[in-house]
Structure formats: C-alpha cells, structure tokens
C-alpha cells in the first residue's frame, strides 16, 4: 500500500511538472523554477525531470540547462487529435475555409470553465507565428465560448462561471451574467455568435456550435482575425452564412440531423 502511495505521488507531481511548461507561460524552465512552482525540493524535481528526460517527454539544454517539452510531447498530443472526432470531421472542413476567407479558423470545445482548442489554421490575412491547438481562452470573452455556452442553460452557467470568474481583458468584455445571457440569447437566435475586441484589442471573431448525434454542443466553430481583415461592418453576414455551413457540415460528419441553423436573412439566395 505504502508504494502505491509513493508511486501515486510520483505520478501526480510528474504531472504536475509536465503542466507548468503551458501553465507558467514560458517554454523554458529552470530546475529551479520547477521545484518552486511544482512546490518541490530541488533533489526530487530533479529526479523526476531525469526521469521525464530519459523518457523522451522533456529535452534539457545541453548548454543553457534549461528544460523543455520533449518532441515525444508531440506523438502524444497528435495521436490524442486523431482519434478526436470532431477533429477528425472539422480538420479538412476548417482548412479549406480558411483557404477560401483567408482567416484564421478555429474549433474548440469546452473543458470545464474554458475553452479548449482543438485545431486552427491561419488564412493569408490573419497569420500567426505559433499553435493554438491545446491553448485554452475563457469562455465568456470569445465568440467560440459564446457558442459552446449555448448548450448550457443560464443555471448551468452560473454554475459553471460565478460572477467573480467573468474577468474583464479589455472594455469591452462581458462581465456580468445578465449581459451574458443576452449574448447567448442572440446567439442562438442567429445561429452564429461575435466577439468584437472582447478578449484582445485590434480581433474579432464570427463563430457557430456544432452538435453531434445527440443533437448536444459539443463543440464550436469560429472565423477570426484582425479587424482590418475581419471587417465586420461589411463582411458579418457573409461570414455568418461560411461559419454556420461549415459548423453544420462538422455537425452532420458527427451524426446530427436535427434542423439546420437559421442563416442571415438577407444573405439567403431566393
């Protein structure tokens, strides 16, 4: 009992360490550093980082010392993508959107209060510099968040978002729960939902749920970019009308076959 125990906690604080390299907000780390954050005295971080090393899961600097996430990080991390349905069905789906808008495109789902990305790809207006896949962004400050809300009643939310979590990133952010009910109300009366500089200064985003058999949110689909290339005074309804076929495509790949989101009136083709 005592070495399941022990084995227990070496696991748990391997975990731990492995979740700082994304949580700390640096990919590289002191031993240092690590034994302070993961609360850990020196000798046992660096055992445990020995260990992790050997196992190909994190690389030290032959020169600096510092340690990094290891490349064996990335066969895991695909491997958890591939058998991912709706990463499976939006992969190919939200790449050629983002051919054809030249945004940025992105799918989501909800991991407890937060978003979580699974898959993004950059149009030739809207590049980036790094991966969003496995990032995580605050549910009610993004139009992906609004989306995935959408599955929730406003009990649920509350539950799940207390008032003290609803953080302001700019002023534009919804911080309270009256005005985020009436987002989520607008959002499932268009079928699609904005964000409007609510999380980043100079980005916006247009963004749809996705639903699999069960008719549930499980997950969202979003355009996004900056506001120059966005341009959402002229372009919200032509890009609601790609959010929301693109989203129900994802949508019917996983099962649904419940009615179709109603799209922009005045986008409709007679």
């Known amino acids: 009992m005592a070495a399941d125990i022990g084995n227990n906690q070496s696991v748990e604080r391997a975990l731990t360490i492995l979740r700082l390299f994304t949580a700390a907000g640096r990919a590289e ?20 980082l020995a260990t992790l090393e050997a196992s190909g899961v994190v690389d030290r600097d032959p020169v600096s010392g510092l340690y990094r996430l290891g490349l064996d990080m990335v066969s895991l991390g695909g491997a ?16 050629n959107l983002a051919a054809e808008v030249g945004l940025g495109v992105n799918v989501a789902v909800r991991r407890d209060a937060s978003l979580f990305y699974l898959l993004n790809f950059e149009g030739r207006q809207a590049p980036r510099s790094f991966v969003l896949a496995g990032q ?33 990133y700019t002023p534009r952010t919804v911080t309270t729960h009256q005005q985020l009910d009436d987002e989520i109300d607008k959002t499932l009366a ?6 409007l500089e609510e999380l980043a200064l100079g980005r916006a985003c247009v963004a749809a749920p996705i639903r699999d058999a069960s008719g549930g949110v499980v997950a969202a689909l979003s355009v996004s970019g900056p506001l120059s290339a966005i341009d959402l005074p002229h372009r919200e309804d032509a890009l609601a009308r790609k959010v929301i076929e693109t989203a129900d495509s994802v949508s019917i790949g996983l099962g649904y076959v419940g009615p179709a989101h109603r799209l922009p009136m005045d986008t409709v083709t007679p």
Do not use: C, F, M
Not at 29 to 48: F, H, M, P
């Open 29 to 48: 780390l002191r031993v240092s550093d690590i034994a302070k954050l993961a609360e850990l005295n020196l000798s046992t971080a660096s055992r445990l």
């Open 136 to 168: 995580r962004n605050p549910l009610h400050a993004t139009g992906l968040g609004k989306s995935l809300l959408t599955g929730l009643d406003p009990a649920e939310r509350r539950a799940l978002l207390p008032s003290s979590w609803l953080t302001a």
């Open 190 to 195: 268009r079928g699609y939902g904005t964000e």
């Open 80 to 95: 958890v993508l591939n058998a991912h349905p709706v990463h499976r069905e939006a992969r190919q789906i939200a790449q």
